[in-house]
Every structure is written in C-alpha cells, then in structure tokens.
C-alpha cells in the first residue's frame, strides 16, 4: 500500500498506530539522524519490535537501526510506506 498525501496528518498517525503491529515493517520517509549520526536509511524497511504509547500525542514505533545496531524510536507520522508481515494471524 502506498500512502496518499495526508489530508490530516494526526488521524493519519492514529490510524497507522493502531494498524500496523509487531512483525510488520515500516519504510521511513527521509533518513533518520539520532546526535547527527545516520541511524535509518529513508526507502529501506525495517520490522517493527515493539510499540509504545504514553499518551496520544507521545506514540512510537521500535525497530532496529541497520547501521548502528541500536533500537530507534520513529513516530507514526515519518511512515512513508508500510509492508504486512505475511503470517501476521487473520480474524475471520
């Protein structure tokens, strides 16, 4: 699936939380830079770990950085694509 431009980036956000889970992958939409050091690579996926949520407003996404092997934390709205996990369970 490849995102549209977002007509409210929030709700956009929202939806991605809720939808996308552990196992899946995300592909971020520029590079990603912790301490001016490249962690994640814009157009490369990487598997989402783990999630966490402290408010509404405060969401995250865990992966693992390629290049530095540390986790990386990456709010919902710097998705630019995303990729299901193929044996991810499905509720009939």
């Given at each position: ?7 409210n980036?929030?709700?956009d956000?929202?939806?991605f ?5 552990e196992?899946d992958?995300?592909i ?6 912790v301490?001016?050091e ?15 949520e402290?408010?509404?407003?405060n ?9 530095t092997g540390?986790?990386?934390f990456?709010?919902?709205f ?5 990729i299901?996990?193929?044996q991810?369970?499905?509720?009939n």
């Amino acid at each position: 699936m490849r995102i549209q431009e977002a007509e409210n980036p929030l709700l956009d956000s929202e939806f991605f939380w809720y939808s996308i889970l552990e196992g899946d992958q995300i592909i971020i939409e520029v590079d990603y830079f912790v301490d001016h050091e490249l962690v994640l690579r814009r157009g490369r996926p990487y598997q989402i770990l783990s999630k966490i949520e402290t408010d509404s407003c405060n969401m995250a996404f865990i992966v693992e950085s390629d290049i530095t092997g540390q986790l990386v934390f990456i709010h919902p709205f710097m998705i630019d694509d995303y990729i299901l996990n193929p044996q991810r369970p499905s509720i009939n």
